[in-house]
């Protein structure tokens, strides 16, 4: 059956038909297709557009099609163009004549962007509550790890010290924003375009409103034209998943490097760990590069809508057909890396000492040598010079500077005095830092509580 046989014969060439058919992605979108069918006839019986009785039949008739598909009792006939044939065709083998009148003042056009629009609202949703679980398994771990000093890093060089729960907050930021992203897409995406036509409106005298108020939605395209050919949502979102995989893929990185011998700050439980297939020592992070791998995908995803939308004239164009595999893919994508990175993270061992030798060894605590000696009436430029000096007198001798004698320290500058040891010990230069977004552990602490406000 072809809804739109008539103008043609309805009969076409089996590679038109290979091009032409949706039916084998947009079949997902089944729910949300019956959902909007009986919000539409709900209104057209309500108006008197159709007669209420045959509205009421097509309400049950369409509530049992979905309970069947539900219960598997129905299957979906992928030789249908697409969903909303497929779910036509069924309703009139049920109740006859009555399913006919469905299509009344609606066209595919609108009833597609109807549904997209309800299957990406339900998928952010989703989206959001992977998001907030992994955030709450950033804030957990961090918990634990208040006091564990660790380098922090520019250029991938030991910089200053921070905690483990500092750095792994910093992803919980991410998140936070990933988040808000999503809610304001979501706001965007639950405007209702039924209503629309295939571009023109209809004649009917609809409720448009009352509508949007039954299936949830915040409001009504304000122009047919529009209503039909905007996928602004759809970039969005597609775009909101782009940033948002660019921060799981940075933290994927993290975990990448943390897990290699040259780090060795964590061990990920043998679940998400793989082995090699000829090197019996290897235990790899399959996971976190395979996450890291799908971001590209995502981006991907991106530019295809985006290069598909650039140059079409309004309203309705069949290569925005192009708009669902890429969506679907984008939000499968995503929906995986983040469901399996919270586990991931919860079962891992992270190695404190390592972390700590690693700080230590890099003299990240040079730039609270040089505040000491400031604070001791150096000019802070005098000072860094000072501390460059002692820096490479340790490389040198293979020292650090807390191993560092303190009648060496004097040959360099006559301020130093025993104290010098507990203002660059590598946990009093964290704690100092105790300002608000700062790393030690206090303000690290209120940053745990103010994000798991933050999510809910």
């Not at 919270?342 to 505040?371: K, Q, S, V, Y």
Request: charged letters at 25%; one cysteine or more.
């Amino acid at each position: 059956m072809k809804l739109w046989a008539g103008r043609t014969g309805g009969d076409v060439d089996e590679r038109l038909s290979a091009i032409n058919n949706s039916i084998g992605f947009d079949s997902r979108m089944y729910r949300q297709d019956i959902t909007g069918s009986i919000a539409h006839a709900t209104m057209l019986g309500r108006q008197g557009i159709i007669p209420a009785g045959d509205a009421e039949k097509i309400v049950e008739g369409l509530k049992g099609i979905l309970a069947d598909i539900d219960s598997g009792a129905l299957e979906i006939d992928m030789e249908c163009e697409d969903i909303h044939t497929f779910v036509e065709a069924t309703l009139t083998q049920r109740i006859g004549d009555a399913g006919k009148r469905l299509h009344t003042a609606r066209s595919r056009n609108d009833q597609v962007a109807l549904d997209i629009r309800m299957y990406l609202a339900d998928r952010i949703d989703r989206l959001s509550a992977l998001a907030k679980d992994l955030a709450h398994a950033l804030c957990d771990v961090a918990e634990q790890h208040l006091e564990t000093v660790m380098p922090g890093y520019t250029h991938l060089q030991r910089a200053q010290p921070v905690t483990l729960g500092h750095y792994l907050m910093a992803y919980a930021q991410m998140l936070l924003r990933d988040i808000d992203r999503l809610a304001d897409c979501k706001r965007r995406t639950l405007v209702l375009p039924l209503g629309s036509g295939a571009l023109a409106g209809t004649t009917y005298p609809l409720d448009r409103a009352y509508v949007a108020e039954l299936l949830g939605f915040n409001g009504i395209s304000m122009n047919s034209l529009d209503g039909v050919s905007d996928r602004d949502f759809a970039l969005e979102l597609l775009g909101d998943l782009s940033i948002m995989m660019c921060h799981l893929s940075r933290f994927s990185e993290e975990i990448c490097l943390w897990c290699s011998w040259e780090f060795k700050f964590v061990t990920l439980a043998d679940d998400f760990s793989t082995g090699s297939s000829i090197m019996p020592q290897k235990k790899n992070p399959d996971i976190t590069e395979l996450v890291r791998g799908k971001t590209g995908r995502v981006y991907g995803d991106l530019m295809t809508l985006l290069t598909a939308m650039k140059a079409l004239p309004l309203a309705y164009n069949k290569d925005m057909q192009e708009d669902k595999e890429a969506l679907f893919d984008a939000v499968d994508t995503a929906e995986l890396s983040l469901s399996v990175l919270a586990p991931m993270l919860r079962t891992a061992t992270f190695h404190p000492e390592n972390m700590r030798r690693a700080a230590a060894g890099g003299f990240i605590n040079a730039t609270d040598c040089a505040d000491y000696m400031v604070r001791k009436g150096v000019p802070f430029r005098d000072a860094y010079g000072v501390v460059g000096r002692l820096v490479r007198h340790c490389i040198e001798a293979g020292l650090t500077l807390e191993e560092l004698p303190l009648e060496v320290y004097r040959q360099f500058s006559p301020v130093f005095d025993a104290d010098v040891y507990p203002a660059i010990d590598l946990l009093t230069c964290v704690s100092q830092r105790n300002i608000p977004g700062g790393p030690a552990p206090e303000a690290v602490k209120a940053t745990i509580e103010a994000t798991r406000k933050a999510l809910g």
